[in-house]
């Protein structure tokens, strides 16, 4: 059986690789357009969808109404984006940042720095700039855009200091030059192919950190609204001055203060018609990110995007026509992308923190009706049914947190209560069926159904786009820039979570039923499917869930063909692990450039000898999270430690209490420990990998709590059942 596993193994490995090589082949929607030869980048930064109308913005609504348009994650290298950082990010093609001065601890409190001087053709901030972007261990490499058009014979003129930060070479020196002027305006736009211009950023005067003050557009102090009319105002100035047949491309690089939002990226002229713009970097419709922008202005003038970029030429999904009502219809999309991250960025760790007590409250409540202290024997059969009815729709809660993104939340007055009432919503529609259902007589019946429920809707999710995941309590949030598809550490938290318990339900089935073999190939098929969604780059791209997973189906494996885990069989799946990894890393970097994942640019980043920054950034992030808000988040490695210790000894007093549900479901206790591995290589490998087991937990512990008071629950009936009949004799 050992070897047949193996094979199944390598037979699901060389099905990855099979789909990898055959994806590099396939279409990847609309192509960029043939470059016209100039570029105008109009920099702004502070202004969101939210901002624009046909009255106070005109300039921006004609350039929604005939072109193409985007939401655009701006963020950089600290939580909110400063101007010079936006424009040193448009320098580098990914994350970068100016230093920061200041005495308070959290950088987005300090105020932004200062606008750079240019001198002689030079920024000479330039050497601080170059040495903060070394510290921050980005592989922000400043000047790319600079180099990659004078290597390709494409001039770069800049207007104004931050636009200078944003074209400027390696060496810090700047093409052409020019300062703001009226008079010579058109012969400054008109010089090279590629343009970057500087029309000033909004500055939020009540969102502003410490002393900044607010000096939005130079020479203008004011209301948002104000900034935002001068703003508008300049926009169409350079549009009007600028070359013929260009392409124009405004975007909104930075914040407007400390608070971090989506902002707007809008691009018009022979390549850009009207419509919505398309990322192949985040795979979104409608969203791109501040390195996309580079990547296009790359594109626009013929030149190659380098690999150190972080993000690709932006398409377009075209519209029909430039009528009122479909840009009137677009705003509204657009508005929503920004509206519902910023709604729930604010409402995670209010909701986190209320779930997390509420499950806590659930436990003692478990406890005391195990110790016998809460409810008579004649109340004991209603109780524990009520808690078991509780703890499932507290296993439906993460599910419902995807499936409430189906219901417009966000554009209620009172963000809290509506997201709240729609998870509440798919919460009773879950609970009910699981509960119901002809699968919830049988005490794993619940627990498979919300396993199986919530493996389903996380892989239709991320094999149709991620949209469900996008701006949800649980999932993936665009303004935080982390990822925009695919399978986040929260998403595969639930995702391997609800794999291993489906497992470990149908095979104890199985089991019962004296159908071994099938119970190990139903694992491998449901494992199997699990990892492919979670390892392919055009699905979960997933680099540290794999090799977590992997393991933690091996070992399920093993137990139901009831053999023991030696050093040898340890060392081949870690083998298998690190192989596989770099198998789907290696499939992934064989495609272009532009469509790789961040497995594929880890391999590269190998290759380049950058890859221990990564690692030792994601290791700093990790032990950040981890010593910033203690004591909380120690109770993770403790909580994993605990868990560790009771299914490591039979013989103690929380395996005891277990023992009625391990002899009813055989493989319950080794699905316990499979998952216990996962969640553990998760959180050690993963950047932010104290998720992995706080969230893998909300799922798991309401499940193993409603499938051990399910035993509980037959032992109470057939007491009361006992106690009635012996009345009646």
Known sequence: MLRRALALTVALATLVAGLL????????????????????????????????????????????????????????VYSNTCPIDGWLGVSAGARAAAPRTGREPNPADRPCPATPVVADGSVLQWPSYLQAAEEERFDSRLGLLGDTAQAGTRCVTAVQPLAAAGGARRDGHIEQYAEWSGEQMRQDLNGCPITLVDVGSLRDPDDVAGDEGVEGVEGVEGTRRQQLTEIDTRIGEVIAAGPLGADYVVASLS?????????????????????????HSTKQKGLAQAPDVTATVLSAVGLPVPDAVAGAPLTVDPAPDNS???????????????????????????????????????????????????????????????????????ASVPVSTFLANLLPWWRSPVDMISVLAAVGLFVAMLATAALRGPWGRWALGPMAFVSATTMVVLAADVMTGSRLQLSSLMGLQPVVGGRFYGMGNPTFALFATATLLLSTAVSSMLVLAGRRRAATLAVVLIGGFAFVVDAMPFWGADGGGPPALLPGLAYLVLAVLGLRLTWKRVLLVAVAVVAVFFLIAGADWLRPASSR????????????????????????????????????????????????YVLARPTSWGSRAMQRSYDQAPTLRAGLIALLITLSIGFLINDSGVAIPAVGATLAVPLIVSVSVSYLLDEARAAARTRTADRQR
């Open 324 to 394: 009122q009502q479909r840009a009137q219809a677009r705003l509204t999309y657009l508005a929503d992308y920004d509206q519902a991250s910023h709604d729930v960025h604010d409402l995670v760790e209010p909701f986190f923190t209320g779930f997390a007590y509420g499950q806590l409250a659930i436990y003692l409540l478990v406890l005391l009706v195990y110790k016998g202290r809460l409810g008579s024997e004649h109340t004991r059969v209603t109780t524990l049914s009520r808690v078991r009815t509780i703890s499932v729709a507290a």
């Open 597 to 644: 994942t961040h497995l594929g640019r880890f391999l590269q980043a190998i290759l380049d000898g950058n890859a221990l920054d990564i690692v030792i950034r994601k290791g700093q992030q990790n032990l950040d999270i981890l010593l910033g808000n203690a004591p909380l988040t120690l109770l993770v490695p403790a909580a994993l430690l605990f868990v560790i």
């Open 255 to 279: 914040d407007a203060g400390r608070s971090e939002r989506l902002r707007l990226v809008v691009a018009r002229g022979p390549n850009f018609g009207p419509g919505v713009l398309v990322s």
């Open 21 to 76: 090589l055959a994806a590099s082949t396939w279409p990847r929607g609309a192509s960029a357009a043939e470059p016209t030869g100039a570029v105008v980048l109009i920099g702004t930064g502070g202004i969101g969808w939210s901002d624009v109308d046909q009255k106070s913005t005109p300039n921006l609504w004609l350039l929604l109404r005939d072109g193409s348009s985007a939401a655009l994650s701006v963020r950089s």
